[in-house]
């Protein structure tokens, strides 16, 4: 993809304590293959994340989530990380943002925990995704159909287990964001 002229814009949704490797990961990636991303986030100017078993570092906030505008963005990217997706889904705009990706039929992508706000946003109903185990009954009890698979793609909607899975699910990310692939 032309990185002038087709330039998809991608939403990053965080809060802290987000998986930082499920953000920068999927950032870098999307960033090397064209893509305009901002990182969207109910903090103002920095949002701190987690590395895995302790805090990671602070990223700078592109567009803090009282100014975001689902409209501006084709396309969605929610990382895991249970204290940033549990802050998400507790908070009103947060739920409404990923909301509005899906009764606009534009793409998202969730791994780990990140599905979990899905639930909140009242959008799995009937579909087939996947998660971090831990969430599993959750996604269930809201009427999704889990799958205990790397990567699950479902009507715009691509869905990982872990970090384990980043390659995989990046690569689905690519492909269900219409954009051309550059390794």
């Known amino acids: 993809m032309d990185s002038t002229t087709n330039a998809i814009k991608v939403a990053i949704l965080v809060a802290d304590g987000f998986e930082q490797v499920e953000m ?3 950032r870098q990636a999307l ?3 064209g893509a305009t991303t901002h990182i969207i986030s109910p903090n103002k ?6 590395n895995h078993v302790d805090w990671g570092g602070s990223h700078k906030v592109d567009v803090p989530l009282d100014n975001a505008r689902a409209d501006y963005y084709d396309a969605l990217v929610i990382p895991g990380g249970v204290m940033g997706v549990d802050a998400l889904r507790t908070n009103a705009k947060a739920v409404e943002f990923v909301r509005s990706f899906f009764m606009n039929h534009k793409p998202v992508a969730a791994i780990c925990h990140g599905p979990q706000i899905l639930i909140d946003a009242d959008v799995v ?4 995704l996947t998660s971090n185990a831990a969430v599993k009954n959750d996604l269930e009890n809201a009427g999704a159909i889990w799958i ?11 869905t990982s287990r872990k970090t384990d899975d980043l390659a995989i699910f990046i690569n689905q990310m690519i492909k269900e964001f219409n954009m051309e692939l550059h390794q």
């Open 45 to 50: 100017d920095l949002v701190k994340g987690w």
């Open 31 to 33: 960033d090397k293959n």
């Open 24 to 26: 920068t990961c999927p």
């Open 148 to 158: 205990d698979q790397a990567v699950v793609s479902d009507n715009s909607l691509v």
């Open 125 to 128: 109903l009937g579909r087939t």
